[in-house]
């Protein structure tokens, strides 16, 4: 008889409906999966008869044996992990392992607890989940915390595909392996209905394959239990009813499977035994779902991993919000298991593991806000669960990885609430390392100044609770991950002495390891953050005391196995060696990548992102002879390696583009540079129409070979026609458009050429890209560049200079009434490309020192001179861009003092200017300026002699200034 389904003692009738074909398909390719084992089978039973006879009886299995196998898994099907009930399941420690996420379009009905569709879901997505991201190579395992010894040094696991070796770990011996799949093969040799649990005890078999944590493990503990109903179906009196544990187990086997859509088949398998409950005939227990198998399905939920595969049914979804709508559905499956609860189905009552699991899952994803609701409900007086230590830990653990500017305060808060509980006589809420950890780890991952000094704080404040009592404090002694945490909180603080806190941190762990015998040994993280702090810290000598660091790691490999230097470490070292721009230190980074690439240990693999830092480096120093040449040699060194088989190495457009930036570099002094740019852009379209798609040439490329002829073109007539060539070259290439970069350096090329009739070319080509009708506009930039070529014609003929004067003027003209018809503070832009460092067009400092430079060179008569001066600087200041080369531009055109003084209103130094005078000065602001002075680099506003010309680099963009 078909039981009462509106009974509340069990769970609703009506299934949900799965697009999951890989689990409808599951039951019906049992004997496919037998086959698959069965051949597995044959192959080794061909090589290993002899083995076989001689371990005949060493898998044999009597009941008591079964039953302690099975019972080592536990009724929850998983190994025991949580230290106030040693038989809930293990849950979050793998939480990096893909399961699934989403799977129902229906709502569970029969009038039960309806969980609606994760589509259709009304609840609101917190705005950071989606940019969350994690920045440290450490995480906190708050589930871990039911081990009071505290020590969790776990390296944050990848987020990229599922790591085949933590599977391999927990694949079966080859023994073991060789007796499952016997047992397998021997399952198929039985007929239905013979199957004998002495001579094949199903249930260590079952245990066996659930402890590979693999879909292989799945699909055969799932293939087992569809042959057990077809056994009892068959009338086999031998096989006892199956029960809840059984199921369990291969729940539990899906959630560890690490596989897209684990989370679906685990909750698809809770419905099937459900079914079967509601349908059985006579009634019984053995099958009535329990608190165990819904943990079981939340955990599956919560070891929910996108990055391995969606498990969301609607693939149009963000990863974020998949990962969102898992830990939903988690708390979905929670308070379906509340409801059933309180219509009387006592077996389904959440515990602690319940609601942990679910707060881990939003944990996952930096959910704080719900996290913390979800905590609120445990602290309700009437709620059936109060939280514990692992319940704080894993809130403290979301709101650290909320990265909220008020997580340090609410997470602080927290540690105080615990404390107060402890000493009030709730002794389950204890703080332990790990909850300081946490604490500390939300300062870390704070940028709000002060958050390092009080991460170190929190870490002397543990240290004095367990030196005060070391016995009842025990579960708060440091370790390396404590000191780890605070020198992380250091490295990312920025502040301005942050490397020597950090570095003093990592000699205080030396000493108390050394001379106190506490478990607070440096590590290679504690090296590689060390390092990296001073690499970031842009203090004089920071890249070689990073340096001195990475050999200290080095000299103690042989006596500190944990010291041993990984790639990040090389990454940082390299880094801050390639950026620093000092002398040498392209020498220096290229040693650090040739000690890497020796080095033959596995952890230490360099990649082409590594070779391509050092070819950077070595073609931004400009002060290093034949740094050009250096650069290739790399090059050549890379692509030798990758020929060689290493494919981590392979060279590709970026590797090329540093190369070619190196002779672009070089061109105003190397004749030959410019060429040799060109000969690799044309060896990159080679390859690439040899089918090397990684190397195709991109807009960086193109520009940078223009470039390159722009800076020889003062002595090179020709390269300005050659620059006009690439370009034309670029259009036509098929696959890279020019942008707004492309033009202004070939109009550069021809400001730059002082050729007869450059300003007026410079002028169509502003105009032929006005009046295009491509994206591609022209920025200020592109207008100063004009203005730039008219500012180098040096003809003594008359009508040219005063063609190149009038050009000039209508040029700023049309640059001036673009910004009053576009408004003087929003701009038109007119240029959206990524290669220009302004998409406002409206006149900048450098627009009014090349018309002063115009004044200077084309008017020789004094009173148009001081007219057009005091009309350009008057704009100027108004504009707010007065800078010191507009003020020594304007002297040198207006040689009288007392002319001089009228214009500037009796000022005579440029720090006496009216702050408003020079607001827009992005020299003032510090944004990358750099000015190159007979060939060496400066920074701006250390020129203090008398130029002829100074070339202004700004962030890319090239500019030239007539003095």
């Known amino acids: 008889m078909v039981r009462n389904t509106n009974s509340s003692a069990h769970l609703p009738a009506t299934l949900p409906t799965f697009d999951d074909t890989s689990y409808a398909s599951s039951t019906a390719t049992s004997t496919s999966l037998q086959r698959a084992m069965d051949s597995l089978f044959i192959r080794k039973n061909s090589k290993k008869k002899g083995r076989r006879n001689r371990n005949k009886n060493k898998y044999s299995h009597n009941s008591e044996d ?45 009038g039960k607890c309806d969980i609606p569709n994760l589509s259709n879901s009304n609840n609101s997505v917190d705005s950071g989940v989606s940019t969350y991201l994690m920045s440290s190579s450490y995480s906190i395992d708050p589930m871990g915390s039911g081990s009071m010894n505290g020590s969790l040094l776990l390296p944050q696991k990848s987020s990229s595909s599922y790591n085949t070796k933590s599977i391999s770990k927990n694949q079966p011996t080859s023994d073991q392996r060789e007796w499952l799949l016997r047992m397998n093969h021997k399952l198929k040799e039985t007929g239905i209905g013979k199957l004998d649990p002495a001579a094949l005890p199903y249930k260590a078999i079952m245990n066996a394959w659930a402890k ?44 560890k499977s690490g596989i897209p859509g684990a989370a679906t088949r685990a909750e698809a398998t809770l419905h099937n035994m459900n079914q079967l409950y509601i349908l059985q005939t006579p009634v019984s227990s053995h099958l009535k779902p329990t608190t165990a198998i819904f943990n079981a399905v939340i955990n599956a939920w919560a070891r929910t991993d996108i990055s391995n595969g969606s498990q969301i049914q609607n693939s149009s979804e963000s990863t974020d919000l998949k990962m969102v709508n898992a830990a939903q559905r988690a708390e ?106 946490a604490v500390i780890d939300s300062h870390a991952k704070s940028s709000m100044p002060g958050n390092a000094a009080r991460a170190d704080e929190l870490l002397a404040q543990m240290i004095h609770l367990h030196q005060s009592d070391p016995v009842a404090h025990g579960d708060l002694r440091p370790n390396t991950y404590s000191f780890n945490t605070v020198i992380n909180a250091w490295a990312k603080s920025q502040e301005y002495d942050s490397a020597d806190k950090a570095e003093e941190m990592l000699r205080l762990m030396e000493e108390l390891s050394s001379r106190h015998g506490m478990d607070v040994r440096p590590d290679a993280f504690t090296y590689t953050a060390v390092i990296d702090c001073w690499a970031k810290s842009g203090k004089p000598g920071a890249p070689d005391r990073a340096h001195e660091l990475l050999i200290e790691m080095e000299t103690q490999i042989h006596t500190n196995c944990d010291v041993k230097p990984n790639s990040f470490t090389y990454n940082a070292v390299i880094n801050a060696l390639a950026k620093c721009n000092e002398p040498g230190a392209a020498a220096k980074a290229e040693r650090v990548l040739y000690n890497m690439v020796a080095r033959t240990d596995d952890a230490i693999r360099p990649s082409t992102i590594n070779f391509n830092t050092v070819l950077d480096a070595w073609a931004k120093s400009s002060k290093e002879s034949n740094n050009a040449s250096h650069a290739e040699d790399i090059l050549n060194w890379m692509n030798s390696l990758y020929e060689q088989g290493n494919t981590n190495i392979k060279p590709d457009t970026i590797s090329f583009n540093a190369v070619i930036d190196a002779w672009a570099r070089s061109a105003s002094q190397d004749s030959t540079a410019a060429r040799r740019a060109e000969e690799i852009l044309t060896h990159m379209d080679a390859l690439y129409d040899g089918g090397n798609i990684d190397v195709r040439p991109d807009a960086y490329t193109y520009n940078t070979v223009i470039n390159a002829f722009a800076k020889c073109s003062s002595y090179d007539l020709s390269a300005c026609q050659d620059a006009e060539r690439i370009l034309q070259k670029m259009k036509s290439s ?58 180098f014609t040096r003809s003594n003929n008359v009508q040219e200079k005063m063609e190149a004067k009038m050009v000039a003027f209508r040029v700023f003209d049309r640059l001036v009434r673009n910004l009053r018809e576009h408004g003087h503070d929003g701009g038109n832009k007119c240029a959206g490309d990524t290669f220009s460092f302004s998409n406002q067009c409206r006149p900048d400092a450098y627009t009014y020192t090349i018309l002063l430079s115009v004044v200077c060179n084309l008017m020789d008569d004094k009173l148009e001179r001081y007219e057009h001066a005091k009309l350009l600087f008057k704009s100027c200041a108004q504009d707010g861009c007065v800078n010191e080369f507009v003020w020594r531009k304007l002297r040198q055109a207006i040689p009288s003092i007392n002319d001089f003084r009228t214009i500037t209103g009796g000022r005579d130094h440029f720090v006496d200017l009216p702050q408003g005078w020079t607001r827009n000065d992005r020299q003032k602001k510090n944004t990358g300026i750099t000015i190159i002075l007979h060939g060496m680099m400066v920074e701006a506003g250390e020129v203090d002699v008398v130029m002829d010309e100074i070339i202004i680099e700004e962030r890319g963009e090239v500019h030239r200034i007539i003095f």
């Not at 302690?68 to 230290?83: D, E, L, P």
Request: proline content about 5%; some cysteine.
């Open 332 to 437: 979905q499956i929670l308070q379906w298991m509340l409801q059933l609860y309180r219509q009387g189905n006592i077996d389904v009552k959440p515990d602690k593991y319940t609601y942990n699991t679910v707060i881990h899952s939003y944990a996952k994803i930096g959910n704080a806000p719900k996290a913390l609701e979800i905590l609120n409900q445990m602290r309700e007086y009437n709620s059936l669960v109060q939280p514990d230590t692992i319940t704080y830990n894993v809130v403290i653990n979301a709101l650290a990885k909320s990265q909220n500017v008020d997580a340090p305060r609410q997470a602080e808060a927290l540690l105080q609430e615990m404390h107060e509980l402890y000493q009030s006589g709730n002794s389950c809420v204890k703080p332990n390392v790990v909850t300081y950890g």
């Open 734 to 791: 098929g696959y890279v458009e020019p942008n707004t970069r492309s033009h202004t350096c070939v109009i550069d090329a021809w400001a730059k050429s002082g050729r007869s009739g450059a300003a007026l070319h410079a002028e169509r080509m502003l105009q032929d890209l006005l009046e295009d009708d491509s994206p591609v506009r022209p920025n200020t930039h592109t207008f100063n560049a004009v203005m730039n070529a008219c500012a």
């Open 66 to 110: 079964e039953e302690r196998s099975y019972n080592s898994v536990g009724s929850y099907g998983v190994a025991a992990r949580y230290h106030q009930n040693p038989t809930t399941p293990s849950s979050l420690a793998d939480s990096s392992i893909a399961s699934s996420v989403g799977g129902t379009s229906q709502f569970y009905s029969a």
């Open 212 to 255: 590979t944590k693999s879909e292989e493990g799945a699909n055969m503990v799932e293939m087992w239990i569809n042959r057990l109903n077809e056994e009892r179906a068959a009338g086999n009196k031998r096989i006892p009813p199956l029960t809840t544990k059984m199921y369990t187990v291969l729940v539990d086997a899906w959630a």
